[in-house]
């Protein structure tokens, strides 16, 4: 997002003046401003708006909007905490302000600024301020405090996709996943142009089960985004954990038919396979997928998952033989080798992962438990996971 600087008034900490009785004038709460005395100049607007004079005037609400803008951007947490809605009530003098000056023939003028400057003018000038404030923020993942600060940019920036966008995505790393669907639901209704909105809001709806609504949009999506493989995605996930399975396969088939060697429906088709059992089925269909994109990561990862869960299987099996017999033992002997063919499956498509993406935690890990199983069998693989080991350490993940 682009940081423009804003000229705007500095205020600087001061000590708060000692309590005396005031009678309302807003010169003098200018005045106050002016010397950073914000506590008296708060005292003395607050009174100028209970006047019914004064409270009728432009500049009254004028200046009340300059006496809380400079409360909510003071950079004194002593001075800040005079009012926790200090941007609220500036927000609401300025409306105000301008409502009452709709009659006159003058604009506002800022005082220390030799142009006079129009109520657009200072919501710019204001929505840029907050802009760097809330980029500060965000870059500090101070993410909590940029939400809030994105937040306010739309009071001078109504309906801008960029500042919306960027109130879901501080939301969102803040953990406040209400307000990130709100703001990531109002960036799609805007059209906005980054795929990332729309994949966060599945993501959230996934998570609330509102899996209906997340088939929905995720087709619609898939539209508007067609090079974007995860909406489809999460199309499909949808329909999974419905268990409308039937379908699921009706419209896997269905993009078949129309482009027969598209990977992602391939690789749908296998994850239906797999959520089916359907294991031999699952397994045609993350090799076409290799066929047709030989680096295709997702394929590798589904067949080395799927291996490994074989070896896991047949574990459990040879492990509930608990007796003592001939034919116990001998089966016992039958599966531990059938394990070791089911490891040597396994493992090329853990070491092409690897190769994929080298940093991978999971892969890692998956690559890992395999080599310590097959070193079990042959003390080559002793090596292969000595050294796997280090490279783990080297990327700060926890082994042995």
């Not at 069998?377 to 796997?388: F, S």
Request: glycine letters at 4%.
């Amino acid at each position: 997002m682009k940081k423009v600087a804003l000229v705007l008034l500095l205020v600087f900490p001061v000590a708060l003046m000692a309590q005396k009785e005031i009678k309302p004038n807003v010169n003098r709460a200018e005045k106050a401003r002016k010397e950073n005395k914000l506590d008296e100049a708060k005292k003395n607007i607050d009174l100028c708006i209970e006047d019914p004079k004064l409270s009728l005037k432009a500049n009254t609400w004028y200046y009340r909007w300059l006496i809380y803008t400079s409360i909510d951007t003071v950079k004194d947490q002593q001075l800040h905490n005079l009012d926790p809605d200090a941007f609220n009530k500036a927000i609401q003098a300025l409306t105000k302000a301008d409502e009452l000056n709709k009659d006159s023939k003058s604009e506002f003028s800022m005082g220390v600024f030799p142009d006079v400057l129009t109520l657009k003018q200072i919501k710019q000038n204001l929505g840029n301020y907050y802009i760097s404030q809330a980029n500060d923020r965000f870059n500090k993942k101070e993410y909590a405090d940029a939400a809030v600060g994105f937040e306010k940019i739309l009071n001078f920036l109504p309906n801008d996709s960029s500042v919306v966008k960027y109130v879901g995505y501080s939301a969102y790393f803040a953990k406040d996943f209400e307000k990130s669907i709100k703001y990531s639901k109002l960036y799609t209704e805007l059209g906005g142009p980054d795929s990332n909105p729309y994949l966060i809001l599945l993501e959230l709806y996934s998570k609330k089960k509102e899996l209906e609504t997340v088939h929905t949009l995720s087709k619609e999506y898939m539209k508007k985004f067609p090079k974007v493989n995860d909406f489809a995605v999460y199309a499909l996930n949808s329909l999974l954990e419905m268990k409308k399975y039937n379908e699921a396969k009706a419209w896997i088939e269905d993009g078949l038919s129309k482009k027969p060697n598209d990977v992602q429906a391939i690789m749908m088709l296998g994850r239906l396979n797999l959520e089916l059992k359907d294991f031999p089925g699952a397994e045609k269909a993350f090799k076409e997928v290799i066929r047709l994109e030989s680096d295709n990561f997702d394929a590798y990862g589904s067949l080395a998952s799927m291996k490994y869960d074989k070896v896991k299987k047949t574990r459990n099996e040879r492990n509930e033989i608990s007796g003592t017999k001939d034919g116990d033992l001998k089966k016992r002997a039958e599966l531990f080798q059938q394990i070791k063919a089911e490891l040597l499956e396994a493992v090329p498509y853990y070491e092409k992962c690897e190769t994929l993406k080298p940093s991978d935690a999971d892969v890692l890990y998956g690559l890992l438990a395999v080599y310590g199983d097959l070193a079990q069998y042959d003390e080559a693989y002793e090596a292969k996971e000595k050294k796997l080991k280090a490279k783990m350490r080297g990327l700060n993940l926890e082994v042995d």
